[in-house]
């Protein structure tokens, strides 16, 4: 090989990898969009926008938050697997995205394969709430009542399957009890029929169901979560207040199509850290009762196969269809 030659071809292999370069470099160069599978008002939807405006100031380009609904979720999900892997379009997942795999067989894509995991944005507790009219004010109270009464109490969910039903699945399958489970369509309407007397109880997210609480409107009797919620730290865990070993969170995500390249994923890892630890977006997130997270690819990776993992037990375990 001649000199020319030589240097011919370290030019050509240079402008090759220039381009691909230059694009992750100058990323994001067009707005970016943040699609969620719920409802605007949801809690997903709440999170998406409660982010979205410090990723825009800090990544120099507007970040759009969009509602695909339907199907649980996978709709916006499959629009997102099957787009350009070029850091555009994202996706916000609530806890439903690990539950889904075990529920249904009609999938349109591989949640652990054609989506990569970008950062866990924060968790929360359920809350277990009761409608005032209903006679406990205990988690043991309820328990007592369940027992001496099978089949009386009903508790409402937004669906069979969804976060709010595997929470009130492990719970009477943890103190043996009989409770009726009502289904709705949405976590929403679930909550507007306890607060309207209609159902005793439901496992509501905290960001929803706190305020209704502090109103009056619904009485909690303890939080699902591991811990104590910052936003109501005079409520007890469940664990705590006598149901020993219970403990599930739902909690809030982001991803990307699969083939993204890394250093666009670890630059939105960056930014959503940035993002939820701001101090006006952390203070918003703890007075709701939820905890700002913020974490690595690969620990919201390893997060996500332990949710299926669990999701997958209590369904197999209930019997829960779709």
Known sequence: MNKLTAVLLAFWGLACVLPSYAQSVAYPVKPVRLLVGQAPGG??????RLVNPKLAESMGQSVIVENRTGAAGSIAAALVAKSAPDGYN????SSSYAINPSLYTDIPFDPLKDLAPISLIA???????VHPSTPVRSVKELIALAKSKPGLLNYASGGNGSSGHLA??????LANVNMVHIPYKGA???????????VHLTFGSVLSSLGHVKSGRLRALGVTGSARSSGAPELPT???AG?????TTTWYGLLAPANTPADIVSRLSDEMKKAVNATDVRTRILTDG????GSTPREFQSHLQSEMKRASTIIKRAGIKP
């Open 43 to 48: 809690a997903t939807d709440v999170i998406a």
């Open 90 to 93: 994202l996706l916000v997942v």
């Open 123 to 129: 968790e929360a507790p359920f809350l277990l709430v």
């Open 168 to 173: 009130g699945e492990l719970f009477t399958y």
């Open 188 to 198: 929403g309407p679930a909550l507007v029929d306890v607060i309207a007397g209609q």
């Open 238 to 240: 469940i664990a705590e």
């Open 243 to 247: 149901l020993a070993g219970y403990q």
């Open 290 to 293: 939820a905890e700002p997270r």
